[in-house]
């Protein structure tokens, strides 16, 4: 084959040059290469079962490209997101060609390992990345030309990348093409495997591209809501992620779901032509499975909307009911990135509230030191969204933030969905063998929430595992070394359990390095702040804003549920009030409106008689038995009416489901 030139652009030249640089800070050596060892066989085989989903859904992309490309001197691979080869194909004379620069599955190929190349430079700058013969900063690897693409998942996190690597002579522009196309392959399966219950839109604004590569494709839940998107759609609609994810599909295509469902009843209907809010047009074709989207579902599904309605970029309780998902709980799915439009860091938790700014401010004290970090609050006051938060800014951000609740696993399943199982420790569906949340958290962030539920019996060997920085799962004979921050979250007090000898002290100061409490809601001052950023979350374009009479209500309520709550009761008014409309006291939920007025009349103040919304005229008498006692009660009867649905109890009560799982494990009351 006759070598082509390299298309030269200043934006390559640019980015070729910040590699370099970064090389050069790294003190990289160009002739020596860096230090960095091949991966020994169990550190691979660790990495492999981390990304057995990658690797499935990557295999036969991977078999595909090669076939393109074979007898051309050069190799598929495929790594993680820490850039370790995970799977590599190709011409056997090139294979050990390759192996002598360590190409080759167990080696790392980050920047910080390889100097610049294709694979640790898009893993850096996040796009398809092409790296020819002496643009690597390594001299031994200038032989190669590299072609690589991030794979990212629906929410936009890398899982890692897809690489064609040759003979520099060998170079062909269309590699790059290939590659970009092949990893788009797998982002697509991959978006179709997580929502494979989902009604899943494939567009693009000429019909006849609908089912290529190029097509947009968003899935959406039974109540209209965007779950996800691949990369076509964002590229397509021209929003991030986590503004589609804060649409629904009317509020985006201005379509109701039970009508587009009842459209494309019959299989062979035609593209629908739909019109985004910004003019721009496309043509839509749904895929959905049958049997799960029947009437009834939908029907069930609006009326939950209508308490419960969009949703938005911090994660929703119907985010968590997702990732709750048997498919989520696969043990080989790679926990996700946190990517900056995810979730937010910590100077995004800053809204002028002193209590909040002296936590951020001793959280970046510690930050980065292996000092672990205690959240202590109510229900509600976002210590799992400052977990996300400490992640999200740490150096670990680009590693896995993996959040295991103690108190909604039973006890009898903690210790394998933590430690994890080697095969043959269990019969029936576990017999397989499962990677722990430890392990699945490595070189990341393990968020151990409610972690005063943690069964006394258990406490002693967590404390082991983070004593020694080694797992070892159960039924298994080799421990497997772990490197991860910890971040601990309890409403609990833990002195007191220390003293009723049902939490370990020891345990107590492995993860107390440093205590920190968020404030309720009530003693907070920056009420007006948090309200206004939810409100631009929940509804970006055309924000509604709150009528006076809302304003004093909101002032007045003493807010048990704290910012989840806020966060629910202003979900519920977007919707009611409608885009860029004042949100009223009818626009807000009965109950609330109920309890914030008592509030008001406890106060001696009172709404003026037009503002009062109709539910102000009932009367409540206090009730005969202990208010906690009849929460529980009425959390019970909930779970019961939801058929046991833990997340659709929660949700519909507006508590989290730790408060629901409380209330069910409380039979005293
Ligand atoms: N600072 C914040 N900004 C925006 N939303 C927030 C913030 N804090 C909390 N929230 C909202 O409140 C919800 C609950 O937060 P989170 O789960 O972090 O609370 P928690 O204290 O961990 O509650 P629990 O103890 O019940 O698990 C979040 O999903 C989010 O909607």
Same mark, same amino acid.
């Given at each position: 084959?006759?070598?082509?030139?390299?298309?030269?652009?200043?934006?390559?030249?640019?980015?070729?040059?910040?590699?370099? /640089?970064?090389?050069?800070?790294?003190?990289?050596?160009?002739?020596?290469?860096?230090?960095?060892?091949?991966?020994?066989?169990?550190?691979?085989?660790?990495?492999?079962?981390?990304?057995?989903?990658?690797?499935?859904?990557?295999?036969?992309?991977?078999?595909?490209?090669?076939?393109?490309?074979?007898?051309?001197?050069?190799?598929?691979?495929? +790594?993680?997101?820490?850039? +370790?080869? !995970?799977?590599?194909?190709?011409?056997? *004379?090139?294979?050990?060609?390759?192996?002598?620069?360590?190409?080759?599955?167990?080696?790392?190929?980050?920047?910080?390992?390889?100097?610049?190349?294709?694979?640790?430079?898009?893993?850096?700058?996040?796009?398809?990345?092409?790296?020819?013969?002496?643009?690597?900063?390594?001299?031994?690897?200038?032989?190669?030309?590299?072609?690589?693409?991030?794979?990212?998942?629906?929410?936009?996190?890398?899982?890692?990348?897809?690489?064609?690597?040759?003979?520099?002579?060998?170079?062909?522009?269309?590699? $790059?093409? !290939?590659?970009?196309?092949?990893?788009?392959?797998?982002?697509?399966?991959?978006?179709?495997?997580?929502?494979?219950? *989902?009604?899943?839109?494939?567009?693009?604004?000429?019909?006849?591209?609908?089912?290529?590569?190029?097509?947009?494709?968003?899935?959406?839940?039974?109540?209209?809501?965007?779950?996800?998107?691949?990369?076509?759609? %964002?590229?397509?609609?021209?929003?991030?992620?986590?503004?589609?994810?804060?649409?629904?599909?009317?509020?985006? $295509?201005?379509?109701?779901?039970?009508? /587009?469902?009842?459209?494309?009843?019959?299989?062979?209907?035609?593209?629908? *032509?739909?019109?985004?809010?910004?003019?721009?047009?496309?043509? !839509?074709?749904?895929?959905?499975?049958?049997?799960?989207?029947?009437?009834?579902?939908?029907?069930?599904?609006?009326?939950?909307?209508?308490?419960? *309605?969009?949703?938005?970029?911090?994660?929703?309780?119907?985010?968590?009911?997702?990732?709750?998902?048997?498919?989520?709980?696969?043990?080989?799915?790679?926990?996700?990135?946190?990517?900056?439009?995810?979730?937010?860091? %910590?100077?995004?938790?800053?809204?002028?509230?002193?209590?909040?700014?002296?936590?951020?401010?001793?959280?970046?004290?510690?930050?980065?030191?292996?000092?672990?970090?205690?959240?202590?609050?109510?229900?509600?006051?976002?210590?799992?969204?400052?977990?996300?938060?400490?992640?999200?800014?740490?150096?670990?951000?680009?590693?896995?933030?993996?959040?295991?609740?103690?108190?909604?696993?039973?006890?009898?399943?903690?210790?394998?969905?933590?430690?994890?199982?080697?095969?043959?420790?269990?019969?029936?569906?576990?017999?397989?063998?499962?990677?722990?949340?430890?392990?699945?958290?490595?070189?990341?962030?393990?968020?151990?929430?409610?972690?005063?539920?943690?069964?006394?019996?258990?406490?002693?060997?967590?404390?082991?595992?983070?004593?020694?920085?080694?797992?070892?799962?159960?039924?298994?004979?080799?421990?497997?070394?772990?490197?991860?921050?910890?971040?601990?979250?309890?409403?609990?007090?833990?002195?007191?359990?220390?003293?009723?000898?049902?939490?370990?002290?020891?345990?107590?100061?492995?993860?107390?390095?440093?205590?920190?409490?968020?404030?309720?809601?009530?003693?907070?001052?920056? !009420?007006?702040?948090?309200?206004?950023?939810?409100?631009?979350?929940?509804?970006?374009?055309?924000?509604?804003?709150?009528?006076?009479?809302?304003?004093?209500?909101?002032?007045?309520?003493?807010?048990?549920?704290?910012?989840?709550?806020?966060?629910?009761?202003?979900?519920? @008014?977007?919707?009611?009030?409608?885009?860029?409309?004042?949100?009223?006291?009818?626009?807000?939920?009965?109950?609330?409106?109920?309890?914030?007025?008592?509030?008001?009349? @406890?106060?001696?103040?009172? /709404?003026?008689?037009?503002?009062?919304?109709?539910?102000?005229?009932?009367?409540?008498?206090?009730?005969?038995?202990? /208010?906690?006692?009849?929460?529980?009660?009425?959390?019970?009867?909930?779970?019961?009416?939801?058929?046991?649905?833990?997340?659709?109890?929660?949700?519909?009560?507006?508590?989290?489901?730790?408060?629901?799982?409380?209330?069910?494990?409380?039979?005293?009351?």
């Amino acid at each position: 084959m006759t070598p082509l030139s390299v298309a030269a652009s200043p934006a390559r030249a640019s980015l070729i040059a910040n590699s370099h /640089l970064r090389c050069e800070a790294l003190g990289i050596d160009p002739v020596r290469g860096a230090d960095e060892a091949l991966a020994g066989r169990p550190e691979l085989a660790l990495a492999l079962q981390r990304n057995e989903r990658l690797c499935s859904h990557a295999a036969p992309v991977m078999e595909m490209l090669f076939e393109q490309i074979v007898d051309s001197q050069s190799m598929v691979l495929l +790594t993680d997101a820490a850039g +370790t080869v !995970l799977h590599a194909i190709g011409d056997s *004379a090139f294979l050990s060609r390759a192996a002598r620069v360590t190409l080759q599955p167990g080696a790392n190929w980050s920047e910080a390992a390889q100097g610049t190349n294709a694979i640790g430079t898009a893993l850096i700058e996040e796009v398809p990345t092409l790296i020819h013969a002496d643009e690597h900063y390594v001299r031994s690897n200038r032989f190669l030309t590299c072609s690589a693409a991030p794979i990212l998942d629906p929410r936009g996190n890398i899982l890692g990348v897809l690489d064609v690597s040759g003979d520099q002579r060998g170079y062909h522009q269309h590699t $790059m093409a !290939l590659v970009k196309m092949s990893a788009r392959m797998i982002e697509n399966h991959w978006l179709a495997d997580d929502h494979r219950q *989902a009604l899943r839109l494939h567009f693009h604004p000429r019909p006849e591209f609908i089912g290529t590569l190029v097509e947009g494709i968003v899935a959406v839940s039974p109540d209209g809501r965007i779950l996800g998107a691949n990369r076509g759609a %964002l590229e397509l609609t021209g929003l991030s992620g986590a503004a589609l994810r804060a649409h629904t599909l009317s509020t985006l $295509m201005g379509v109701e779901i039970g009508a /587009l469902v009842d459209r494309f009843r019959h299989p062979l209907g035609q593209p629908l *032509a739909v019109t985004l809010p910004d003019g721009r047009r496309f043509h !839509l074709q749904p895929r959905f499975n049958w049997p799960v989207w029947t009437a009834s579902s939908l029907a069930s599904a609006a009326t939950e909307r209508s308490a419960d *309605a969009t949703s938005s970029a911090l994660p929703t309780p119907l985010d968590r009911a997702d990732l709750d998902s048997p498919v989520a709980d696969l043990p080989s799915r790679p926990a996700p990135r946190t990517a900056p439009s995810q979730a937010p860091g %910590l100077q995004a938790l800053h809204s002028g509230d002193p209590q909040i700014a002296t936590v951020v401010d001793k959280i970046r004290r510690v930050m980065d030191r292996d000092i672990p970090i205690l959240l202590l609050g109510e229900t509600g006051t976002g210590k799992e969204v400052f977990a996300r938060a400490i992640h999200q800014d740490s150096r670990r951000a680009r590693q896995p933030f993996v959040a295991v609740n103690c108190a909604s696993i039973p006890e009898t399943l903690i210790e394998a969905e933590l430690f994890g199982y080697e095969e043959g420790a269990f019969t029936g569906a576990r017999r397989r063998g499962a990677v722990g949340k430890i392990v699945q958290a490595h070189g990341g962030t393990l968020f151990l929430d409610e972690i005063g539920d943690m069964p006394l019996s258990l406490q002693a060997h967590l404390l082991r595992v983070l004593q020694e920085r080694q797992v070892m799962p159960l039924g298994g004979s080799r421990s497997i070394p772990v490197d991860v921050s910890v971040v601990c979250a309890t409403h609990r007090n833990l002195r007191e359990m220390i003293q009723a000898q049902t939490f370990r002290e020891d345990l107590y100061y492995r993860l107390n390095g440093l205590a920190l409490k968020l404030p309720p809601l009530r003693e907070r001052s920056d !009420l007006p702040t948090l309200v206004e950023r939810l409100l631009g979350q929940l509804a970006p374009e055309n924000t509604p804003r709150l009528s006076g009479p809302v304003r004093r209500l909101f002032q007045h309520c003493s807010w048990p549920g704290n910012v989840r709550q806020l966060h629910n009761v202003l979900r519920t @008014a977007c919707v009611m009030a409608g885009p860029g409309q004042e949100v009223l006291p009818e626009h807000l939920p009965d109950d609330f409106v109920e309890e914030a007025r008592q509030a008001m009349q @406890a106060a001696g103040q009172r /709404l003026i008689a037009a503002e009062e919304p109709q539910i102000a005229s009932s009367g409540i008498t206090p009730p005969s038995v202990p /208010l906690h006692a009849l929460a529980h009660q009425t959390i019970r009867q909930a779970v019961a009416q939801c058929d046991g649905n833990i997340s659709l109890a929660a949700r519909r009560l507006g508590v989290s489901r730790n408060t629901v799982y409380r209330a069910l494990r409380n039979t005293s009351d």
